[in-house]
């Protein structure tokens, strides 16, 4: 299953599209996370919490699921 997240700017850094999604809950527990697991973008290992994701771009976390970034108008 597939979950869209809206944004309402061009981009995202991934660790603020981490805490929009509510699967985590700070930034320290974001770099954590992905020093420890990380998260595939688009299908490609992401560890950056910095990394930009844009409409379209889909994240996939471990044990969580695919979430798919969507501009709000």
Same mark, same amino acid.
């Given at each position: 299953? !597939?979950?869209?997240?809206?944004?309402?700017?061009?981009?995202?850094?991934?660790? =603020? $599209? @981490?805490?929009?999604?509510? &699967? @985590? +809950?700070?930034? *320290?527990?974001? !770099? &954590? $996370? @992905? =020093? +420890?697991?990380?998260?595939?973008?688009?299908?490609?290992?992401?560890?950056?919490? *910095?990394? !930009? @994701?844009?409409?379209?771009?889909?994240?996939?976390? +471990?044990?969580?699921?695919? $979430?798919?970034?969507? !501009?709000?108008?």
């Amino acid at each position: 299953m !597939k979950e869209t997240i809206g944004i309402t700017t061009d981009y995202i850094p991934l660790g =603020q $599209f @981490l805490k929009l999604a509510n &699967i @985590l +809950e700070s930034g *320290g527990m974001i !770099k &954590i $996370f @992905l =020093q +420890e697991n990380g998260v595939y973008v688009n299908d490609e290992l992401e560890t950056r919490r *910095g990394r !930009k @994701l844009y409409p379209g771009d889909a994240v996939y976390v +471990e044990d969580v699921g695919t $979430f798919v970034v969507e !501009k709000e108008a």
